[in-house]
Each structure stands twice: as C-alpha cells, then as structure tokens.
C-alpha cells in the first residue's frame, strides 16, 4: 500500500474524486491532506464570457459538485502557495512535512500549475488531465471533442514534470461524446474517471506506463463567438436527435456466410449473404448466436406489439424459424455454452433479473443463477472457459456503452468473482461485447460494439494477449462494417458459416411509440 499526500484546494474535493479514491482505497494509505487556501483562477470574463455560462450548465453537474473531505486519522495541514507567474509552489513548510511522514506519491486533486522543486523530484505527482493527449491537449474537458465529432473524450492519470503534458502516462480510458449534448457528456466522462486512478496505481506497481504520444493540439479557453457557434451546431444536432426518435427507427435483420474468413473480411456486403423473411409478429431479429450443434441460429425477435424482445430459433441452413423458446419478459443476447456435454443457454435479461443459466428445455422453468453477481444487472453477457476457469466478460446497466467487466470462477455452479481490473476496457468503440469469444490457432479473439457515434455500427476486433484472474490485455487489429447496410454488432462464427447482424434506418410513424411501450411494459409487467 503507497503512503499517500493529497493535494486539494480549501479541504474539499469533488465527487467524482471522492468516488476515484474509494474506488482505490485497497492500494492507497492517505496520511496527510495538504489543502492550498490561495489557488485563484485566472479567468477572462470579457472574452470568454459565454463559455463560463455553458460551464456553469454543462461542467457544473452531480458529479462535480464539491464536497466536504471526511478522512479520520488522517494529518491535515493548511498552506499558501508560492506564486511564480502562472505557476504555484508548495512552501517549505509543506514539503518538510512531506519528507518527514516518508510519503511514496502525491495526489494532485487541487491547485493549478504545480512548480517541482527539488524536494519534489524524487516523488510521483499524479494529476487528472480529461483529453486524449494524442489528439486533445489543454483545455476545456470534452468541448473541441464534441465541436469536431470526435468518437470519444479521454481522460488521463498522468505524472507531472515542469514541462506540460511531458510527463508519464499510467492511465487512460475514453467516453463516449453524446454529440447532442455538452453536459450528458460531461457527466459520462466524469463518472469513468473513477475508476483510472486504482488503474494507474496498478500500472505504477507493474512499472507499466502507457504509451501514447503527447503531440496532440494544444486548445485554450473558447471566445465567445466559438462558443455562439458550438451552441447553435449542438442546437442542430438536438433537433435531430429529437426528430429521429420520433420518426425514424433501425430495421434489424441477420445475415449468414459460408466459408467466409471474418478475420479476413475487409469488405463486406450484406447482398452477398443470406437473410430469413422476419416472421410477421416481429420488427426485427438481431443479436444472432448459433447453438452449439450449429443446427440453429438464436437470435433477439422484437415483438411488434410490445416492443419486449423474445427469443426465437431458427434452422441455421433454411434460416425458417422453428419455434419461440422465450417471452413475455425482455430477452436479448441468447449465448450458449456447453459444460461438461451440456448446452446452457444465457440470455440476457437485465431488464428483470440478475443474470442466470438456462438448462434444457430453454424455456425458463430451469434456471441456474450466477452466484457472487446477484446485485448486477449484466449487458451482453459471454462466458467463455480457459485453463479450468470460466470468464464472463459483460458490461453493466449504469455504462455498458463505455465500460467492459470480467468476472471469473472455478465452475458455473461456484461463486463469480470481481477481477482486480475492472472495468478492463473503458472505450465506447470496443467496450461492449459483440459475441462470443472465438479460438483460433492457440489464439483467442473478443468482438467490441462500436458505439461511439450511433449504437450499434460496427465491430472492433480485439486479440486478448493475456486473461488470467489477475491480468487482462487485449490489441486491437481490425474491424467489421458492412458497405451496403449499417452494423454489424453481433456476430458468431460456427465450422463452416458465419452469421451477423445488421440494420437499415426508416421513416416510421411508429418509432416514438416502440421506444416508449418497452418502458411502460416493462415497468408494470
């Protein structure tokens, strides 16, 4: 456990720092709080006067709101800090109570630009920084990413030095940017950023930084007149999110290939495949998921009436459906896993239940709950077996867009426990599971949905490096897009014949109504 100083401004820190240092408080011992009563914003009201307006609404939300430090035995120690130009320096004072309480790092939550001196040196200096620094340096957090259409907005946990942005890296995750928005945004970022500081602290341990170059551009504080425009192109984008949940909605269907190499499959078209007829009772079919015979493909039905998925299966070689194995409440995702010759099937039912395994007949009168993960409702859950251990890579109901969770235990029947890693992906291009994970040549690949820009358009292909109880890596080294229809975002791949999803978007009086009678429905369902 590191010994730890925390830097704040006026013995108060923000929520989600709070958050960050809970998150992290089996790695951290924090003996004194050194809290600056002198840090003072230089700000340009005349020039930048609409920005801080928009930050006041967007910036200043639920997680930001400053709270009140409540740390027991912990020294305190009040300081004014030394101004040089925009610099600040912690006194004398100060850093003598540092080096006589042999502190390992320093957290830095408060002041502006820190001054390293020479008693400094030998200590880590860990500092926030939201933006991908490859792309975007400065400042404010998430707002050139969202004028560009950038995918996403990163966030850092960075080890400071005297020269900007030149110090290591130990952390970084990335957020998905809601383009219509500049606080649902915020808030998205803000909420992952609790969980890099543990993950820096194990990467410190490691002696594994991150490597990723700093040379991106560097952005001040926006005038006014950029600010008028980033308000009327969010206005825009509003409108037209509004106006395409109203009015317009995404037609799912599936598609199969034979002998089709998808780690070779740079261009593919869904013409070239072949799609079943959608049984009249249903809008779509998607989240397709072959049985472990490859006799039948599984997939998501979306009851027209309803809206609530259902789980149809259907014959893998006619693609006419056999019959409806589940209904009634929300259904999706219907993976299956063979254990010990038996074929479990694990839909996803988040909607309405803690996760659980179904045994034959599939239609819900056995099941076999998840123990150790009964509080979670789980997103796309995929079990997967290695070295003896099960795996169950998922995201979680709060940010399965941008965040990946893994589990493991010793069998299905035993008690699923929380990886130290978690979330192991923070990414909204690749963090959500797209499949099944797929062994090939002592190799083991993982599908990530990217949903950076619209859900569902698209798979990441990740090679997984290393998966232990202990360990997580994975590279990315490819994608999945189809030219002549938007997706995929499901895909499973059998012996001979490979099958995914995909969407067209179209104009529908109806759209509005089919978002909103899932929620009713499954309210009082």
Known sequence: MLKAALIVDGNSIKRWQKEALDYSCDLLDIVIILSCKNTVPKRKYFKNFIYYVVNFFTLKNKYTKIISLDLKDVNFLEFESIYDGDWQKIPSSALDKIRTLEIDIILKFGMNLLRIDEELNNLKIFSYHHGDPSLFRGRPAGFYELLQLNNSVGTIVQELSNKIDAGKIWAIGHSKVYHYSYKKTAINFFSNSKFLLRKSLLNLKHNTPVEILCDGTLYKLPDNLLVLKFLILISIRKFKHLIYGCFFEKKWNIVTYED?????????????????????????????????????????????????????????TSLQTRKRLLKGRHFAYPQSICVNDEEFLFPEVAAHSSPYLLRQPFDGSRKLFLKGIEKYRIIDGTLFKKDDTFYLFCGLNLNASDCLYLFYANSIEQEFNWHPLNPIIINPIKARMGGRIVSLNDKYYRFGQNNAYEYGNGLTVCEITKLTTTEYEEKEIGTLRFLDANGPHTVDISKNQSVFDFYTVSFSFLALYRRIIPKIFSKYS
């Open 260 to 316: 089709r190499n998808i780690f070779e499959s740079k261009q593919m078209e869904v013409k070239s495949g072949t799609s079943p007829k959608i049984d009249s009772r249903y809008s779509f079919y998607a989240d397709p998921q072959f049985s472990s015979s490859a006799s039948i493909i599984r997939v998501e039905a979306l009851n027209s009436l309803n809206g609530v998925g259902e789980i149809l299966e259907i014959d893998s």
